[in-house]
Each structure stands twice: as C-alpha cells, then as structure tokens.
C-alpha cells in the first residue's frame, strides 16, 4: 500500500474518525444530539470525512447492460480484462442468475463488441418499463421497451434489448469496481425516462410540475385548456401534477429548440437539494457540457440565449448538439435556475451565490478544481455525445469522459476527502433481470404511451402512494452505481437496495440539511454508507489509460499546502469543505450530530461499552497521545 509513514496516517485519520463517529453515536442514542436538521454546522462541516462529493450522473444504462458478466469477460477484443482473484462471487449478475442460456425473454441475452457500440435508442417510458418487468418476472422486454428496427448507422438486431457488453467494452467502469465499490441493487426511485431520473436525484420527487407557455412563461400554454398532458400527468384542480416525461425546463433559453418551439414547458414547484445546501451554506454546483451558450444573451429583455451552436461527433461520426436541457434537472426550479446561461464572474464564485445562480458549464468544473476551489457538491453531466444514451452517445466515448474526469480528480489535492459517484438517471429500457418491489405505489389507469393503464397491475397494487401523488411508482429499474473514494471499500460489491433518492440522502446526512419533505422519497431511500470504511481508508490513486486499462495504482501523493488567505488565488468559503489536514479528534467530536446511519458498523456498540462522552473523548486523547509517542 506504500510507506510506513502513509500507513501510519491513514490509521491515525481512520482512528480520529471512528471516535468522532463513536460519540455521535452516543450523542443519538442517549437522545442529547442534535438532529441532523437542526445541527448547527455553519461551515460546511460533515458527518463523515467526505468534503466533496462529486456525483458523475450518466444516461440511460441498465445494471446487466454494462456488469451482467461481471467480472468474467469474453477478452476476445477489445481491451482485456482479467479480474482480481479476490473478487466477490456472490454478485446479482445474469451470469450468476442463469440467465445467459435459459431466459424467459424471447430472445436470449447477447454479448455486444466494442464495434457494436453504436446502438439505436430503447423504449424507456413510465409505462412501458413497468410492463416490461411484469411484477417481477422481468420477461415482457421485447414486447414493451425493445427499440424494434434501427435507423441510420445505428447497430440493430432482434431482441437488441436483451443485449449486454462486458469489461472488453466497459473497461473503465470494470476497472473502477475492481478497486473500488459497486452497488448491485441499485434502482431509479421512479420508473421512468432521463427528467424524472434526473430531478429525483435532486429532490427525490417528481411532484409538483405545471406547464409553461414557451413564449409568454404563463402558465397553462394558451393552446390547451387544462395542462399539455405530455408535460403534467394527474394534474389536480390547480393544474399542479406529477413529471413521467421528458418536457424541457421552463427557466432556460435552450429549451424548446433554444425557444424556436411552441411545445409547453414544465416548470417545478418545491424544493431541490440546492435549495437546502443554499440555507445551510455549503457550496455546490451543477456542471454541464454546452452549458456556456453558442450564442450568448444580449441582456434584452424577450431576447435569448442560443447552445445548439456547440457539437461534437461521437465514434459514429454523427454530430450531437452538446447540451440537453431536459437533462439539466435545477433549471426547472426558478429558485436554482440560470435562464441566461450566465457564467461565473471569477473561480472563487464557482459553487457560490452568483450570477450562474449554481448553474455552470463543464469547464467550469476544470477551472474550479485547478484553483483549489472544488465545491463541497458537485453534479457533472456530460456533454451528450458522452453521457451514454444509445442513439447519439455509446459506452466508448462515455468511457473517455468518465476516465478524463476521474483521473483529474484524483490527481487533485482534493481527492484525499472526496467521493465520486458513477449514476444513472434510467436504465433506457436495456433488459435487467433484477426487481424491486414497489415501496410507492399509483393507480393511474388512464392510458400511456403504450395503450396501456399509465401504471401496471404490480404498481396498482403497491402501497398507497405517498402524499396522494399519483404515477411516482417505484423503485423502477436497475441501473450501476460506482462509489470510488479514497473511503470506499475496496474491490467490493454493496448489496444494499438503493435507489437515486439515497445520493439526495448522502448529501442531507452529510451536509446536516434535513429533508426535503412533502413526501419526497429521501426519507425512505436507504443509505450509501456500506459502500464506505471510514474506519480504513484504502488511501488509493488509481489512474487508468484511454481505453479503460490500468495506468497505476499507488498511494495518494502529497500535494503542497493550499496558500495562506490573500496570498493566491480565491479560495471557496462556507461550506467548501478544503480542509489541508485531517482536523484533530477534539475538533472532530465538536462536529457531531451526524445521522446514525452514516456511522461505521459497530461503534454504537463501542461507544456503549465506554459509557459516556467524557469517557470516550479521555480514552481518546490517551489513544492520541500514545500513537504519538516515539
């Protein structure tokens, strides 16, 4: 793992940790610590030794589209993989489950090339996902989400929707769960396309929507009596309904064909984790690629800013038009809206109140990591020909984004405390044997997309849906999560039932903000935790290649010191969590009144056998003092 003096650090910080998290466990136990809404952590202070979050949020891929080998790859093109022989064998994969060669879909699963990547798009709406998985037995793909005959250059064939790559093609995302930790029980809190994915990422609720008029911002487009029906589904008598589809956002000149189109547009009530990170200080960010406008707005009033101007070409040389606003969820929200695309007017403002109001392009993201500025939260979206959505993006150009990403981050002085999260806003209808039952049910029966009642038999009869709120029926589909920190376990597999909504979580937990409320599912959602050791951190830099191949593995270097105040560059403030030292037991312990659930195993049973908090921070300082002595 390296030298002797790393080593030692690591266990010093790992020891600071475990007693920080053993008095606040006593603290939540004995009923004296604050909750983690009324905590008063002004400075971004955090329940865990995460700093940073940074949550890389993808498009559009089911768990066994890129892991249903997982770890066994077919290594006859492509880049090769071979798995650690410590890997875990007790993975939920197609593979493990049988249902390679025996599989009650029409068509059998089959393994895709790294030429293949360019595949045509599946069908992956609120309806069609939920029939496709009937209540369980996941065998009614082909007749409800396969995408039937590809268009163009697209790769097509029968029953394409069972179709999986393997570590040949997903080096990079294979690579990662080798050395770090991968969620196989990870679903989308609602069934349903990229909006409503991405917006339960950032509320965990996907009530709340009304529909826009493009050219006036009134609501209810002047056209339709009653709200557009694509935009608001089971609206109520005030036109407030739930979001299943993927209308643009009401406050962004981009949408609607940067404002060409007349189709309505969906504005949100509620509130966001932006919004809760704003009350409590903390520093956070969404970063966009082609967030900065092809065409920037003139500062007239009715006048617009223009991103369509802004293209790459993807592996299949097909220009994309870099930035979705469906895919940008806090445009929705006035309250965390950029309309303008305006820029940040310096480094030090990036994750801070300012005129980009939180909403930046991409390259922003580059300037605030150079500069020693790394928001405590920050959201990454790719530019579309690299988010991984079948049609216009592909796993190979996903790839490159993902490495370029990471790779920069932890060759950062930030990485010490930082977490990395690899997500998916929907499975874009890709087969996946797995199932959650329904924690939320709805009974729409009013005909979707497919001809069919909105919501399944399965759905109908979940339990009864929370606040009222019709068509939020979840857990959906299956999607990969990827938890690389310097804090996560190492070579692991989490079996823990997550869904979106535990990212909206972590963050809550972390950062003390409470939770969103009004039957948003942050409070059911179950928590990232196991995929972390707070106790042990790996202390791991792992760099890999272009092609998703290892570079190296080695301990975190050091980096410099950050400059004193005044004598460098801006630094962030309030929340941005740039710590250059772990902080001492003493300052950690004044940090508690952490969520219980974000302690490591077994420290409320420690703490319980110190039988106090004085007890506890004594048998610390003599810990201290011990491992400091000669």
């Known amino acids: 793992m390296g030298s002797k003096g790393n080593a030692v650090g690591s266990g010093r910080r790992a020891g600071r940790w475990g007693v920080f ?8 136990l004995s009923g004296t610590a604050p909750t983690a809404a009324a905590a008063d952590h002004p400075d971004g202070r955090t329940a865990t030794p995460i700093k940073h979050l940074v949550v890389l949020f993808q498009e559009n891929v089911s768990f066994d589209h890129y892991f249903g080998t997982y770890p066994v790859a077919a290594n006859t093109d492509g880049t090769r993989f071979t798995a650690d022989k410590h890997t875990p064998k007790d993975i939920n994969t197609l593979s493990h489950a049988g249902l390679l060669t025996k599989n009650p879909n029409q068509y059998l699963p089959k393994r895709l090339t790294p030429e293949q990547a360019m595949t045509c798009d599946q069908n992956h709406g609120y309806g069609p996902e939920q029939y496709a998985a009937n209540g369980g037995r996941a065998d009614l793909y082909v007749q409800n989400t396969d995408s039937g005959k590809c268009s163009g250059n697209l790769f097509g064939e029968p029953g394409l929707v069972m179709d999986y790559y393997d570590g040949n093609t997903v080096t990079a995302m294979w690579n990662y769960a080798q050395h770090y930790t991968l969620g196989d029980n990870s679903f989308s809190t609602t069934y349903g396309p990229s909006t409503p994915g991405a917006i339960n990422l950032i509320s965990a609720q996907t009530h709340g929507v009304i529909s826009t008029d493009p050219a006036s911002g009134t609501e209810h487009p002047e056209q339709t009596a009653t709200p557009d029906p694509y935009t608001v589904v ?167 984004y993902l490495i370029e990403r990471i790779n920069k981050i932890q060759q950062s002085p930030q990485w010490k405390d930082t977490a990395v999260l690899i997500a998916y806003d929907d499975s874009d209808g890709w087969y996946d044997h797995a199932y959650a039952k329904p924690r939320n049910g709805s009974k729409d029966t009013k005909p979707g997309s497919n001809g069919k009642p909105a919501d399944s038999p399965a759905c109908q009869a979940g339990p ?64 990232l935790t196991a995929a972390f050791d707070f106790q042990h951190p790996n202390g791991k830099q792992v760099l890999l290649n272009a092609d998703g191949s290892v570079k190296s593995v080695k301990d975190i270097p050091e980096h410099p010191a950050p400059p004193a105040a005044g004598s460098g560059p801006a630094t962030t403030t309030g929340g941005s969590g740039n710590h250059p030292e772990p902080r001492t037991g003493q300052e950690a312990l004044a940090e508690s009144g952490s969520s219980s659930m974000l302690l490591p195993t077994g420290i409320a049973a420690g703490v319980l056998a110190v039988g106090g908090a004085g007890v506890a921070l004594a048998v610390h300082r003599r810990r201290r003092r011990a491992s400091l002595t000669p």
């Open 21 to 28: 998290a053993g008095a606040a466990a006593l603290g939540l």
């Open 234 to 400: 089971s609206p109520d008598a005030k036109g407030v309904g739930t979001l299943v589809n993927d209308p643009d956002p009401a406050y962004d000149d981009c949408s609607g064909d940067d404002h060409s189109g007349s189709s309505p547009l969906a504005a949100l009530q509620g509130r966001n984790i932006g919004d809760l990170l704003n009350r409590r200080d903390v520093s956070w960010g969404w970063f966009q690629g082609g967030f900065r406008p092809s065409t920037a707005w003139d500062g007239k009033q009715g006048h617009y800013a223009k991103c369509a101007g802004t293209t790459h070409a993807n592996v299949g040389d097909a220009a994309v038009v870099d930035y979705s606003p469906h895919h940008s969820p806090f445009q929705y929200y006035e309250s965390t809206s950029n309309p303008h695309h305006l820029p940040p007017k310096n480094a030090a403002e990036i994750g801070h109140d300012g005129q980009a109001n939180h909403n930046y392009d991409l390259s922003d993201f580059d300037a605030a990591l150079a500069t020693g500025n790394l928001p405590a939260v920050s959201f990454l979206k790719a530019p579309a020909y690299q988010d991984g959505h079948a049609a216009y993006s592909d796993p190979l150009d996903e790839q490159h």
């Open 464 to 527: 009864a849906a929370a606040g009222g709120y019709a068509d939020r029926c979840g857990p959906g589909t299956r999607q990969p999560l990827l938890v690389i920190s310097p804090y996560s376990k190492v070579n692991a597999v989490d079996h823990t039932l997550t869904e979106q909504a535990s990212i909206t979580r972590f963050i809550e937990d972390n950062w003390h903000t409470g939770r969103i409320g009004d039957a948003s599912f942050d409070a059911r959602a179950n928590p």
